[in-house]
């Protein structure tokens, strides 16, 4: 694996440079898996090697590696949580994305979601994650998250003061990512 860092200075804005990270991974890449992180992700320690022993198992053609600790759905996450962790699961899945600070998509389907997504003005974890609900996509969620979400003020103005945006469970790391999922 290799990566690229598309940066927004401020000018273009979320959405704008979110959807140029996507392009430019698809334009550039022979890869089956494309991954964008957000500036504000924090990887695993060997996340490169971590992703991709995740996604050779990966129960959907989207995944997130990441599952938050602040909204949305926080008391079904948590129980999804334990269900996963009582049946020995590495994989949540939900219909749509929740979080977008790190996400994988399979290469193929990064250009339809780029052209459906265009018209959704809403946040971009949002707008992908309707995307991939209205197509019926699920979305996997790796656990333990390989990403953290550093803790800081959100640049789109939705910071509550209650609400830490930290992983539920980071690391150790699974002996194996070949099991079943389970629904939030």
């Known amino acids: 694996m290799h990566g690229q860092i598309t940066m927004d200075t401020g000018a273009r804005g979320s959405l704008v440079n979110h959807d140029l990270a996507w392009h430019q991974l698809a334009d550039r890449s022979d890869a089956d898996w ?10 695993c320690r060997d996340f490169l090697d971590r992703a991709a022993d995740a996604l050779a198992y990966a129960p959907s053609v989207a995944v997130s590696f990441y ?25 949540l899945t939900n219909p749509g994305l929740l979080w977008g600070v790190g996400v994988a998509l399979r290469a193929d389907i990064v250009k339809p979601m780029l052209d459906g997504v265009t018209e959704i003005r809403r946040p971009y ?3 992908m994650g309707e995307w991939l609900a209205s197509h019926k ?45 389970t629904a939030i």
């Open 34 to 43: 494309l991954i964008v992180l957000e500036d504000d992700a924090v990887p």
């Open 67 to 91: 599952v938050g600790t602040g909204r949305p759905l926080g008391r079904r996450i948590i129980r999804a949580l334990l269900a996963a962790e009582q049946a020995g699961n590495v994989w």
């Open 125 to 127: 974890d949002e707008r």
């Open 137 to 181: 996509i699920p979305v996997a969620y790796t656990l333990p998250s390989l990403v953290d979400h550093e803790d800081g003020q959100s640049i789109i103005g939705t910071d509550r003061p209650e609400m830490v945006r930290k992983a539920h469970k980071l690391g150790p790391m699974p002996l194996s990512w070949k099991t079943p999922a």
